[in-house]
């Protein structure tokens, strides 16, 4: 697609429930991140892939929190037991490379009740 | 450590009138500069970018952002306002010494340009 896709755009769940979150980057980007937005507040850094690994995971914040990226292009932000603070707008973005801008999706919108 | 100041939570302009977002970063190296916008339940769209060169970069609908190193400042800048310029503002700034991965964000500044 043209742009960065992110599957559903809204997820509404009850505490302790399981949550997978999606996202398609941009063909050819090798670089793909995810983001957490809370209500009024800017992106806060989750995790870095390039390519396959996750280069960079210190802004999950704790071990709930897990994503994958099997094949290098698609990548999944699975989240265990969710918690109502984990309510937020979760932001994927993808880049060609280490310097360049982000193109980020539209967002998944978790709710957790 | 990298971090980026948006001192004005909001700003209000006239329609015609220009515009000032203001951004300070701090890193300890060289930074890569953005400005990014986030229209109501959409994701953030890229503005512009500062990575070396000419201090005044040009983007997206209009804006330019000038890149200060002595006040380590990147304001955001557009001549005349428009209506659909509202929107909420982010600077983000990646720092190139600690060969930081990620953005990272400020807090945002709402921009609302009156009719």
């Known amino acids: 697609g043209a742009g960065v896709s992110q599957t559903p755009s809204n997820k509404v769940t009850e505490k302790g429930k399981y949550v997978e979150l999606r996202c398609d980057p941009i063909?050819?980007?090798?670089?793909l991140y995810w983001y957490r937005q809370s209500l009024g507040q800017g992106p806060e850094f989750l995790i870095y892939?390039?390519?396959?690994?996750?280069?960079?995971d210190s802004g999950l914040p704790n071990d709930r929190f897990f994503a994958v990226r099997p094949e290098g292009s698609v990548s999944t932000l699975k989240i265990q037991r969710t918690e109502r603070g984990d309510s937020a707008v979760y932001l994927c973005?993808?880049?060609?490379?280490?310097?360049?801008?982000?193109?980020f999706g539209e967002g998944s919108r978790l709710t957790v009740l | 450590a990298q971090s980026v100041a948006q001192p004005e939570d909001q700003v209000n302009v006239a329609e015609g009138n220009p515009l000032t977002v203001k951004c300070t970063y701090s890193?300890?190296?060289?930074?890569?500069l953005f400005w990014y916008v986030q229209y109501p339940n959409r994701g953030l769209q890229f503005l512009l970018k500062?990575?070396?060169?000419?201090?005044l970069v040009k983007g997206s609908y209009g804006f330019e952002a000038e890149f200060n190193k002595s006040q380590t400042s990147f304001h955001l800048k557009k001549p005349s306002a428009l209506v659909s310029d509202s929107a909420l503002y982010f600077c983000?700034?990646?720092?190139?010494?600690?060969?930081?991965?990620?953005?990272?964000f400020g807090t945002g500044t709402r921009l609302t340009v009156i009719p």
């Open positions: 892939f390039q390519g396959t690994g996750a280069a960079d």
């Open positions: 890193v300890s190296g060289n930074p890569y």
């Open positions: 063909s050819g980007h090798t670089a």
């Open positions: 973005a993808s880049s060609p490379g280490r310097t360049g801008e982000l193109f």
């Open positions: 500062y990575i070396t060169g000419d201090n």
């Open positions: 983000a700034v990646r720092d190139l010494r600690t060969g930081a991965n990620n953005l990272f």
